[in-house]
């Protein structure tokens, strides 16, 4: 019994076992599950989705724990409401979002996929509609919503047009185009182009972006509920999505057929090809990294969704990016250790360079520079105080730091001398770019020259360390500062200063240093791109750790705010006081100003903020005197008088600068300036002049305008108001005809209270001016201020307005109640004007404030000789010229003279034939310096279709220029670029030389390739010189053989054979297969496919001169053009 007992209890334990290992394993692959998420599409499958399948298929998502649903777009529902109603976590949608945000949707942009909206118009190439100028008078098939084609209305809008919309849309309407039903209609560049393609139809589109209209394509987008509830979801899903769209991008071939066997047959694999490729430009992934979110770009969508009427909401940006968001709950864990330490240290000891400009430097006795303001954001964020030690040398820094006098060395690189004292944070701030400062006479190129010669550089910087190592020819010149380095070759008592980037250029231009250039190292002995640490006394490990968490919860739009100020924008914006000047505010300490909270959008004080465009004058102010500024209410004008009289004001912020008031107060230089106009109810019928109210009574609330209405309109009776809401109420309830503000506060009030009963009839004065005013006897304050004001520039004082005049005049302009007894005028718009059509006075003074898409377009005009008419203020910001001095000059003003005459003798033939001329162009700007614009500049007509003008349209593509520059790799083809050619080809030549090697190099370039474009169009240009690429680099397999694209359609193939005859049999074999490629070309004289004419120069190394070799090849290559083309010409 007791053996049962046992063998019964043993099986029961088994079985408990068995039962508990199955629970266990059911959790345990419960809880290893992936979690399930909808993704919604907002549309059908087809390759614009390829990044999502890549990212499925492939095992991104997987990767992550993630079981992600695709689903395609079910047209009976709204595709952004499906995530917002949480049928779908995630989703894709356009610019469009941005307006839901405006309108208070829960939406949240995740990472934006396509970097330019796909969104064009497209037409038949019979009709001869090539640009936006020509789209007058059209018929046009537009969407049923005008969001969804918003950037297209917005151009119809921006250039007045008068087009004929049609918006009932059914499937395959683009037949509409064919059958002639239409001249115009919407398309997505990826897609609706293939279908007229494909039935033999040629095209012409237009695309937004050309005109200035560049918004975001495809976004992926989630909920704020997902956001904020699941952030790490969020943030495993945008990763893995950008993971599978990289994948997406770089194997077309193998997602086009996975999206054929598996999501849709609905597209031919020609057709998800075709889109493939246009997509690969709508990413731009080789120009802007993938996922990248420009928060500007943003906020300029939003101000033209406001700017044509469909919101007049202003953007937040941390509640609608999940960067910002993810960002913004972000806390710092510090340990016990940490916490005590800041405790016992609650002031942080930073060093403060004397002339590190602009990183970190002194001026008027107070630090700046970047890492000061990066300094100042630490201490927020720890909640300590920062004292800034000013020394004025490194070895003054280094003996304070190793004494415990000195905290932190924020801006400081790291060589072996120094690990032995310091320790460096694991994040650098900021890189420095080792530069020459030498006179614009001198030969010196780079450090190679430098032998023997005389050279100052800052004692004990880690440059000087280089140096002295890698370069014991050069004669140092040791210095205590950068300042005393730079005076030193600018003062001839030395050849050449060393030195960041940045600084030279900052006291150069500072210091109008005219006698000197710049001159960026390239040098592969040495580090020539230098990062910057943060630096603690050795073994303080405590504050290292401390600095390196603080770093991860700064975030990068703060980063970027500092990079913006310091090193982007102008830093020579700043003031030189005198000592008189210097030894007042130091004395002063703070400085009070009165501010009236009547008088939005000027100025308020709301919960102790101040507001309005004063108060941004006094922020700037505040950052370049690094005093405080204490904001004291008052009720009126009067009310201010008394204030600064009794010195409770030093600083009356906004008063009108007129004689009366002159001889009461200091005033500044004006600094703002408005039109005085006159408000009347609604039903009150057009005023031709003021003259004619004879006896009416109008109020008025400042005193100061008394004297002038009086004095100008002696016949009308003015009236005193308490305030201005209660003048505008009495007008309302006609106990006043109408009462007089200047137009940005009565408009803002209107707007806000009296939009229904209320309207400005007239305007009374153009341009009543306002300024500053400090008391009588403080003339040396006054000084300090119209300083202030020169040191802001122009471009600078105009954003201060924009910023909130754009933001209060744009809601509520109801046209139709403006027709009054047959007469139709349109009377004053706030900001926001669908259609300009009679722009009287008023209107052309709001404009300076209004000009968000003048400021982003870069437009200009000329007439026949190419003399300027007209140029856009974008065009004069780019360019450095006022419109005073375009207008009347020729075009050839901004001309650089690396552009080849033939570029303009090609685009004035083009546009003096009355056809549209597009490419790039580097233009000069008034200071020297250079841009480069993508441009199309097109012919305008009269009505006897004769030329009357010209007109152009770009595209700032500098920085794209830029980063090409950087890289080694053609954006287009992906094999090396010119600038690789110019660096490597002398080492390859040099290297084969010492080897006393043979070296091929050949020259060519593709046949007829500008009829090929002219007729193909350039999307099939650039697939040509795609597969021209492919082919010669898949017929080179060393490493020593290199393929370099120069530029256009010239290539160049430097490899190594061993006789001149297989050197000769191998560049034929080239040739042939490049016919071979079979790419068709109907307008070739040569061959019905593309071809290629080469030049081969053959020699050993050592007979070769680099500087001519590259001029024999070149006229090789013309011989085989001059002999009929498809041909090799290989040297003696």
């Known amino acids: 019994m007791k053996n049962y007992m046992k063998q019964k209890s043993k099986e029961e334990i088994d079985l408990f076992i068995k039962l ?49 649903e695709i689903k395609e777009r079910d047209l009976k529902y709204n595709n952004i409401d499906e995530v917002i109603n949480g049928n779908a976590q995630y989703g894709v949608a356009d610019s469009i979002l941005i307006l839901y945000r405006l309108k208070e949707q829960p939406v949240v942009i995740v990472s934006p996929i396509f970097q330019h909206s796909p969104s064009v118009f497209i037409s038949l190439k019979k009709k001869n509609i090539s640009s936006i100028y020509e789209l007058n008078n059209k018929d046009v098939l537009f969407y049923p919503s005008d969001t969804d084609g918003f950037s297209l209305l917005a151009m119809i809008k921006k250039f007045d047009l008068d087009v004929n919309l049609f918006r009932e849309r059914y499937k395959d309407d683009y037949m509409r185009l064919i059958n002639n039903e239409v001249d115009v209609m919407p398309a997505y560049i990826a897609n609706e182009p293939f279908f007229f393609k494909e039935k033999g139809y040629d095209v012409n589109i237009i695309n937004p972006t050309n005109y200035g209209f560049d918004m975001y394509g495809d976004m992926l987008f989630t909920s704020e509920d997902e956001a904020k509830n699941n952030p790490n979801r969020v943030e495993k899903f945008k990763q893995a999505t950008l993971k599978g769209w990289k994948y997406a991008l770089e194997n077309k071939e193998e997602i086009i057929q996975l999206i054929y066997e598996k999501y849709t047959q609905e597209k031919t694999i ?33 101000e033209m969704y406001k700017y044509y009427g469909l919101t007049q909401s202003k953007i937040d940006l941390n509640d609608f990016l999940f960067d910002e968001m993810s960002k913004k709950d972000k806390k710092i864990f510090l340990s016990d250790e940490e916490i005590k330490y800041l405790k016992d240290n609650p002031i942080l000891k930073v060093h403060n360079f004397d002339s590190l400009p602009p990183y970190n430097f002194t001026l008027n006795n107070y630090p700046k520079g970047f890492v000061i303001d990066y300094m100042q954001l630490v201490a927020k964020t720890l909640g300590v105080q920062i004292e800034f030690i000013q020394n004025n040398t490194w070895k003054e820094s280094f003996d304070m730091l190793k004494n415990n006098q000195l905290g932190i060395i924020p801006s400081i690189a790291i060589n072996e001398e120094r690990k032995t004292f310091i320790d460096f944070t694991n994040f650098s701030l900021v890189n420095f770019q080792m530069s020459l400062g030498v006179n614009k006479q001198s030969d010196i190129k780079g450090l190679e020259d430098l032998n023997n010669k005389k050279v100052s550089v800052v004692e004990n910087s880690f440059m000087e360390d280089i140096l002295r190592k890698n370069y014991p020819q050069i004669n140092l010149y040791p210095t205590k500062n950068s300042k005393e380095a730079i005076d030193a070759v600018a003062s001839n008592r030395v050849d050449a200063v060393i030195h960041n980037l940045s600084t030279i250029e900052y006291f150069i231009n500072k210091n109008w240093l005219s006698n000197l250039k710049t001159i960026v190292l390239k040098d592969d002995n040495i580090q020539t791109v230098v990062p910057l640490h943060l630096g603690v006394k050795k073994d303080n490990l405590v504050l290292k750790s401390i600095l390196e968490k603080t770093n991860q919860n700064i975030s990068e739009k703060e980063i970027r705010n500092l990079v913006d100020k310091w090193l982007k924008n102008s830093f020579f914006e700043e003031i030189k006081l005198s000592q008189m000047q210097h030894d007042y505010l130091s004395n002063k300490k703070n400085i009070n100003y009165c501010i009236n909270s009547n008088l939005m959008p000027i100025e308020k004080i709301n919960n102790n903020n101040t507001l309005g465009i004063t ?51 200091n005033l500044s230089n004006s600094h703002l300036s408005f039109p005085l106009v006159l408000v009347t109810k609604l039903d009150k019928t057009f005023i031709a002049s003021l003259k004619s109210l004879s006896g009416k009574k109008i109020a008025y609330v400042d005193e100061t305008y008394k004297d002038m209405l009086v004095k100008t309109y002696p016949q009308i009776e003015f009236v005193k108001v308490d305030s201005l809401k209660q003048g505008l109420k009495e007008v309302k309830n006609d106990e006043f005809f109408g009462l007089v503000e200047i137009l940005p ?90 259609k300009n059509r009679q722009i009287n006075s008023i209107n052309s003074q709001m404009k300076k404030y209004i000009k968000i898409v003048d400021e982003n377009v870069l437009t200009s005009s000329t007439d026949l000789d190419g003399n300027i008419t007209y140029v856009s203020e974008a065009f004069c910001e780019i360019s450095g010229y006022s419109k005073d001095e375009l207008i009347g000059q020729n075009h050839r003003i901004i001309r650089h003279p690396d552009m080849k005459d033939s570029t303009y003798k090609e685009l004035w033939e083009t546009i003096t034939s009355g056809k549209t001329w597009k490419g790039e162009i580097k233009n000069k700007k008034k200071n020297g310096d250079y841009y480069w614009v993508k441009a199309s500049i097109s012919p305008v007509f009269n009505r006897k279709k004769e030329i009357i003008a010209f007109t152009a349209v770009r595209v700032d593509i500098t920085d794209k220029k830029r980063i090409e520059e950087i890289s080694i790799t053609d954006g287009l083809t992906n094999i090396y670029n010119r600038r690789y050619f110019d660096e490597m080809f002398p080492k390859i030549i040099n290297s084969a030389k010492r080897k006393n090697e043979l070296v091929a190099f050949l020259f060519m370039d593709i046949d007829h390739f500008k009829q090929y474009n002219d007729n193909y169009g350039h999307q099939a240009g650039d697939e040509v010189l795609i597969n021209f690429a492919k082919c010669l680099k898949q017929s080179l397999h060393r490493s020593s053989d290199y393929v370099f694209r120069l530029g256009g359609e010239e290539f160049a193939v430097v490899y190594q054979v061993e006789t001149k005859d297989r ?60 002999s009929g083309r498809n041909q090799v010409r290989v040297n003696e």
Request: net charge neutral; aromatic share 12%; glycine share 2%.
């Open 20 to 68: 508990l290992c199955l629970i266990l394993i059911f959790f345990t692959s419960f809880l290893n599950a992936n979690e399930k998420v909808v993704l919604q599409l907002k549309w059908f499958h087809q390759f614009q989705f390829a990044g999502y399948y890549a990212a499925k298929e492939k095992g991104f998502y997987d990767e992550v724990g993630l079981d992600v």
């Open 745 to 834: 506060i009565v408009g803002y009030k209107i707007q806000k209270d009296f939009s229904n009963s209320l309207k400005i009839s007239k305007e009374i004065f153009n341009n009543v001016n306002f300024s500053m005013a400090t008391s009588k006897d403080n003339q040396i304050l006054i000084d300090i201020l119209n300083k202030l004001f020169s040191s802001i520039s122009n471009e600078n004082k105009d954003k201060i307005i924009n910023n909130w005049i754009s933001v209060n005049y744009e809601k509520n302009v109801d046209y139709e109640k403006v027709l009054i007894a047959g007469l139709v005028f349109l009377l004053i718009i706030f900001i926001v004007s669908f």
């Open 615 to 665: 108060s941004q004058y006094i922020n700037i102010f505040k950052e370049k005197l690094n005093i405080n500024f204490n904001p004291i209410e008052i009720k009126s004008t009067k009310d201010a008088l008394n204030k600064l009289l009794f010195q409770d004001c030093d600083v009356i912020t906004f008063v009108q600068n007129e004689e009366n008031m002159n001889k009461l107060v």
């Open 270 to 302: 020609e057709h998800l090809r075709y889109e493939a490729n246009a997509i690969d430009s709508l990413v731009n992934m080789n120009v802007t990294p993938l996922g990248y979110l420009d928060q500007g770009r943003i906020r300029y969508i939003s």
């Open 1063 to 1122: 050197a000769v049999q191998f560049t034929n074999n080239l040739r042939k297969s490049i016919e071979n490629l079979k790419i068709e070309h109907k307008y070739s004289s040569v061959s019905p496919y593309i071809t290629a004419s080469m030049g081969l120069i053959y020699k050993n190394a050592n007979e070769i001169i680099v500087d001519e070799i590259y001029k024999q090849a070149d006229d090789l290559l013309y011989e085989a053009k001059r």
